[in-house]
């Protein structure tokens, strides 16, 4: 199985959600409109529902088990910069199309970098981590954008938009599953990430200058 998996101590979800000044923030997520590889093509988000079936990096299709719904901004007062979503212009990613993610939300790299440290070509970063890469930037997102968070079994990593990969959390664990060993994908911390893609910047202008 691909995409940094590992057997450990179970954690609990972050929340996905937080006030501020009444606003409600989604720092995880899809926002409505982003396309992901199902059983029937390519799927806006918010078109799915619970039993559909959805391709992922390591196993196949896989049907949802539940499908959330949120808001990201109810506020009148403009979004704080820290939940600014991330920008990821067409192939910066794999991805075919212009693609808009939540800070927080789990994307699948292939990196030289994370082979030669943690022995897997493969890492999940905070979107927000890879500001600077490839033409990705922060911008201040739209307001009373619909969020739908994409629930599995079990951790999933899917493909959006024609090709970037998005990681998908399991749902929060029960007290039965608590000190019971998974297997999943772990999110690189911001300090180990930050210097994960200094190297994938490093990477690209070698690869792009044909060494």
């Given at each position: ?17 937080a006030a501020w000044d009444g606003g409600v923030m989604t720092t ?41 719904r949120d808001i990201f901004w109810t506020a009148d007062a403009p ?133």
């Amino acid at each position: 199985m691909f995409g940094w998996t590992r057997t450990q101590a179970p954690q609990r979800m972050p929340e996905l959600s937080a006030a501020w000044d009444g606003g409600v923030m989604t720092t995880r997520g899809h926002l409505a409109g982003t396309r992901v590889a199902t059983a029937m093509g390519w799927r806006a988000v918010e078109a799915l529902a619970a039993g559909d079936m959805v391709l992922t990096f390591d196993a196949g299709l896989q049907p949802l088990v539940e499908v959330r719904r949120d808001i990201f901004w109810t506020a009148d007062a403009p979004v704080p910069a820290a939940y600014h979503s991330v920008f990821v212009p067409a192939g910066a990613l794999g991805n075919a199309s212009d693609l808009e993610l939540l800070p927080d939300q789990g994307v699948l790299v292939e990196s030289d970098a994370a082979c030669d440290a943690y022995g897997d070509p493969f890492a999940v970063l905070p979107a927000k981590s890879l500001d600077g890469f490839c033409g990705i930037r922060r911008i201040s997102p739209r307001m009373q954008i619909e969020i739908i968070t994409l629930v599995f079994a079990t951790e999933q990593v899917i493909y959006a938009e024609g090709g970037a990969l998005l990681h998908c959390l399991r749902p929060i664990l029960g007290l039965d599953e608590l000190g019971a060993p998974r297997a999943g994908y772990d999110v690189i911390p911001p300090r180990d990430a930050a210097f994960l893609v200094d190297c994938m910047k490093v990477e690209a202008q070698r690869y792009g200058a044909g060494a």
